[in-house]
């Protein structure tokens, strides 16, 4: 079944380490977004790609990191720089403006 | 820019009883709308979308939504909802041109009592 896989489902991370988290998609999708969940604050996106090796920043990109090397990978990586990271991360992709964001099952990150 | 208010943070309600979720945006060109449910601890699935033609749209689990143009308006109802439907609901635009980055509304927390 085509998808979205997000890795892991929960991670614990200390203070002052970074982190990565995984997101692989089958779709054959172009587009893929990292949002970042906080109660009662909805999703905010952090980065975005449209292209493979092209990536451009969201609303809250400080303290995070993205890759897009493969179409079918966008990893984020949580830097020491960013002050509050715990949070649920969710990643998405879209093929075109007309479909519908598909999602992953997200990860939820808490500092320690 | 485009925007997203999801006018209720949270709405309680008995079941069997009809809901209406209310979701307003703001868009300076035409924009594509679509409702998405998560359950906890998951990611977000489509419910129902409106891209064109007829504003009222019919999606799963007996839910629809009617865009309203004038009135910058797509909100989500249910004749009769059940425990089940106890979730986060988020409207969600895209534009018809330019970037297509979906923005999200800040949700709302549907609380289904027996």
């Known amino acids: 079944d085509g998808g979205i896989t997000q890795s892991p489902k929960y991670l614990f991370r200390k203070e002052g380490q970074n982190v990565t988290l995984s997101c692989e998609q089958n779709?054959?999708?172009?587009?893929m977004y990292w949002y970042r969940q906080d109660p009662g604050q909805g999703l905010r996106l952090i980065y975005y790609?449209?292209?493979?090796?092209?990536?451009q920043k969201g609303d809250i990109a400080e303290g995070y990191s993205v890759s897009r090397e493969k179409k079918e990978s966008f990893p984020l990586t949580v830097t020491s720089a960013q002050k509050n990271p715990t949070a649920f991360y969710l990643c998405?992709?879209?093929?075109?403006?007309?479909?519908?964001?598909?999602f992953g099952q997200g990860t939820r990150l808490t500092v320690v | 820019a485009q925007s997203v208010t999801q006018l209720d943070s949270q709405v309680p309600v008995f079941e069997e009883a009809p809901v209406e979720l209310r979701c307003n945006y703001s868009?300076?060109?035409?924009?594509?709308l679509f409702w998405y449910v998560q359950y906890p601890n998951q990611g977000l699935q489509l419910l129902l979308k409106?891209?064109?033609?007829?504003?009222l749209v019919k999606g799963i689990n007996g839910f629809e939504a009617e865009f309203n143009k004038s009135q910058t308006s797509f909100h989500l109802r249910k004749p009769s909802v059940h425990i089940s439907d106890t979730a986060e609901y988020f409207c969600?635009?895209?534009?018809?041109?330019?970037?297509?980055?979906?923005?999200f509304g800040r949700g709302t927390s549907l609380i289904v009592h027996p």
């Open positions: 998405a992709s879209t093929v075109d403006r007309v479909t519908e964001a598909f």
């Open positions: 779709l054959n999708h172009d587009a």
């Open positions: 790609s449209q292209i493979v090796n092209d990536f």
């Open positions: 868009s300076s060109v035409s924009v594509y």
């Open positions: 409106y891209l064109s033609g007829s504003t």
């Open positions: 969600a635009v895209s534009l018809t041109g330019g970037s297509y980055i979906p923005t």
